[in-house]
């Protein structure tokens, strides 16, 4: 939930950044941890890494949060 709400301050402080790529890229990730849908989350990263390559220090990030929403599910 705090990722939501940075997401909205962030728009709020830069109008222009709601309807980017990364605004979308980002809500998209945030909302997929949030309902624990790793497929949906590992989609967001994929379609976001066709057209502007993430970085190792990037991926390993977005892999770790991955790693965070599997063992949420595992242990329900």
């Known amino acids: 939930m705090s990722c939501q709400r940075a997401i909205e301050s962030y728009s709020n402080q830069d109008p222009s950044f709601v309807g980017t790529r990364e605004h979308k890229f980002l809500t998209a990730i945030a909302e997929a941890f949030d309902a624990g849908d790793s497929e949906g989350f590992t989609a967001a990263v994929a379609e976001y890494d066709r057209l502007t390559k993430l ?10 949060t991955k790693r965070k929403i599997s063992d949420e599910q595992s242990l329900t």
Not at 55 to 64: A, C, E, P, R, S
């Open 55 to 64: 970085d190792n220090w990037k991926t390993g990030i977005l892999l770790d």
